[in-house]
């Protein structure tokens, strides 16, 4: 069974920091490309950031230079560090795996950016 587990969600001020996990079990961790995807209320699902398993990276225009995606294959873990913070960035973030034509998705976690 496969999970994606994702935390560190939370509320925080503009211009601050969040450190968003996400564990995944169920899967060869390593082959698969992992990504961070949100959604704001009323929007849709937006791409934020991914990692392909050779390690190179993509990021969303509006997230770039202040999000970084990581990985950890031997803690099948994918990290999401998010600095400067601002109020457009408050959405559920999601975690996803995506392997040819595998796609496996987290719960989501909320990140709330606001004073």
């Known amino acids: 069974q496969v999970q994606l587990v994702e935390s560190g969600g939370g509320l925080v001020q503009p211009g601050g920091s969040l450190r968003l996990s996400c564990a995944a079990s169920g899967i060869t961790f390593s082959i698969y490309t992992m990504g961070w995807y949100r959604q704001a209320p009323g929007k849709q699902r937006e791409l934020v950031a991914t990692?392909?398993?050779?390690?190179?990276?993509n990021y969303a225009d509006s997230v770039k230079g202040r999000f970084t995606i990581s990985r950890d294959n031997a803690k099948n873990t994918v990290y999401l560090q998010m600095n400067s913070l601002k109020p457009e960035d408050t959405a559920v973030y999601y975690c996803?795996?995506?392997?040819?034509?595998?796609?496996?998705w987290g719960q989501g976690t909320q990140v709330t950016v606001s004073s």
């Open positions: 990692i392909t398993s050779g390690g190179s990276t």
């Open positions: 996803n795996a995506a392997q040819i034509i595998r796609s496996y």
